[in-house]
Structures are given as C-alpha cells and as structure tokens.
C-alpha cells in the first residue's frame, strides 16, 4: 500500500507528464531530459536488468498491470528520475546518500527495497537515482507548501508541477506519444504513435 506522499509524488508525474514534449528525440536517444541524453542502450540495458530481476522474483509482467509496454514504462521512471533531480538541483535542493539509505532501510534493507521497485517498473541498479529523484520532489513541494505533512505537500503540488516545464522530456516517438489526457477510459503512459512500427501502447512486452 502505497504512502501518501508516494501517491502525492505520483499526483505530481501525472501532471507533469501532461507538460512534456512528445517531438522526436535525437538519434540514438530514447529520451532527452532537459538536454541530458538517455540513450537507446542505456535503455536496453535497463529493460534487460529489469526482465531478469522480474525473472528472478518469479513475477510475470502482466501481474504489474503497467499502463504501457516494459520499455515504456522502464523509460518513462529513468526520464521522470532525471527529470525531478534536475529540477531539484536547479532549486537547491539537495538529497544526501544518508537519507537515500534510510529509505532503503525503512523499507527492509536492499534487496527487499529493490524487490518493492519493481512494482514501480525501476531496475535494481536505479533504485538510488530513482528514490534520489522521488526525494528531491518531496523536498521541493514541502519548500514550496511550508511544511512536510500531506496538506503541505498538495499546496507545494501546483508550483512543482507548473516549474516541471522548465526541464522538458522529449520522447522517441518509437515509443509512443506521450498520453497528455491519461483517465480511467485511456490510462496508457503512451499512446501508439504509428510510426516506426511502435508497438500498441497498451500491449504487455515480455
């Protein structure tokens, strides 16, 4: 069960992701953050760790019931990382390791933290980035809200969401296009951009 801070964090991506730019990425990147690169192998990479920990743990992708393909959703959590710690840096906020190893901790050490992530479509390898990123957002809505409980957290919301737009994704369209009106009929990350033989976004890549 989810906190609610991580279901406010996720409040917060929804309506990011809205603000994001779908235009094609470079060649050879399967996303640009705010100019920073994340390559179509970096990428590779991290769906392959995902696939095997999943395999590992004995979870089968469909269980997850991910709103896109693994290589969406795998993509869409490296972007969105970058995406909150840029802004974070950018606002002075900073996340130190001692705190990132207290999440991890509370959560029941490493491997149970990683094994929890991978309902979150985050390869162990970028469970510290990841939790980094999540942190930095927290911090930034409590700075902007005055405060760290969850009315704090919803006034800082409106203000991290609107300055979400100074650090721009743009997505290889070989994934999609992002879904700027996700609801309960269309939940979809992404939607199939019919181009470069994209995938349907709601199908589930083993």
């Known amino acids: 069960m989810k906190s609610t801070r991580v279901r406010v964090i ?7 992701a809205a603000l994001t730019a779908c235009s094609p990425a470079q060649a050879g990147a399967a996303a640009i953050v705010g100019g920073d690169r994340i390559s179509s192998s970096e990428l590779d990479r991290n769906v392959q760790e995902y696939q095997n920990a999943l395999g590992r743990a004995n979870v089968s ?10 290589p969406q959703v795998v993509l869409y959590q490296l972007a969105s990382a970058k ?10 906020v900073a ?3 001692a705190e990132i190893d207290q999440v991890i901790t509370g959560a029941g050490g490493q491997a149970q933290y990683e094994q929890q992530l991978l309902q ?20 930034l809505m409590a700075k902007y809200g005055g405060g760290s409980d969850e009315a ?12 979400l737009q100074n650090v721009k994704i743009t997505w290889n369209p070989r994934y999609g296009e992002l879904n700027a009106q996700r609801s309960q009929q269309m939940p979809m990350l992404f939607v199939d951009s019919n181009r470069f033989g994209a995938n ?4 589930q890549q083993q």
């Open 120 to 139: 979150e479509a985050v390869a162990p390898s970028q469970a510290r980035d990841f939790t980094r990123g999540k942190l930095m957002l927290t911090k």
């Open 95 to 97: 996340v130190t390791d």
């Open 152 to 163: 704090a957290l919803r006034r800082g919301q409106p203000q991290v969401v609107k300055e």
């Open 200 to 203: 349907p976004a709601g199908a």
């Open 83 to 92: 995406q909150y710690t840029m802004l974070g840096e950018s606002k002075g």
């Open 61 to 70: 992708p469909s269980q997850l019931q991910f709103p896109g393909t693994i």
């Open 10 to 16: 996720l409040a917060v991506a929804a309506a990011g």
